[in-house]
């Protein structure tokens, strides 16, 4: 019985350390995406690379709509930041994660976050 109950922790403890990685990998993927959210007409007048905050947004949702929607589930909007320091955008995600066997003890079910970062190059 000992045995059955800590590997159905072990099993919560894997789906979690798994959510975390894809939903690391997806907030690092939107930050990369984010970065090809130019101000065009900006960087034709002078030449400096800015972000279009429109721009970034179109990229974010367009890379979220070609995510499977089990990659979304209990996903809250995605936070996006400018300036940040060593970023020029960074992304945060935030997704509750359901405990399964744990939730029969006094575990309460958690909130993931993650929030992947973003330079700018120019050349």
């Given at each position: 019985m000992?045995?059955?109950?800590?590997?159905?922790?072990?099993?919560?403890?894997?789906?979690?350390?798994g959510?975390?990685?894809?939903?690391?990998?997806?907030?690092?993927?939107?930050?990369?995406?984010?970065?090809?959210?130019?101000?065009?007409?900006g960087?034709?007048?002078?030449?400096?690379?800015?972000?279009?905050?429109?721009?970034?947004?179109?990229?974010?949702?367009?890379?979220?709509?070609?995510?499977?929607?089990?990659?979304?589930?209990?996903?809250?909007?995605?936070?996006?930041s400018?300036?940040?320091?060593?970023?020029?955008?960074?992304?945060?995600?935030?997704?509750?994660?359901?405990?399964?066997?744990?939730?029969f003890?006094?575990?309460?079910?958690?909130?993931?976050?993650?929030?992947?970062?973003?330079?700018?190059?120019?050349?």
């Amino acid at each position: 019985m000992a045995l059955l109950l800590v590997g159905g922790i072990a099993l919560d403890l894997w789906r979690l350390l798994g959510d975390r990685r894809d939903l690391s990998s997806l907030a690092d993927a939107a930050a990369i995406a984010a970065t090809s959210g130019l101000d065009v007409d900006g960087l034709r007048e002078t030449g400096v690379t800015v972000l279009d905050p429109s721009a970034v947004d179109i990229r974010i949702d367009e890379l979220l709509a070609a995510q499977p929607e089990s990659t979304l589930v209990g996903w809250r909007a995605p936070q996006v930041s400018y300036a940040v320091p060593e970023c020029d955008v960074a992304v945060r995600f935030e997704r509750d994660f359901d405990f399964t066997l744990l939730a029969f003890g006094t575990a309460d079910d958690i909130t993931l976050s993650t929030t992947g970062c973003a330079i700018l190059t120019q050349g």
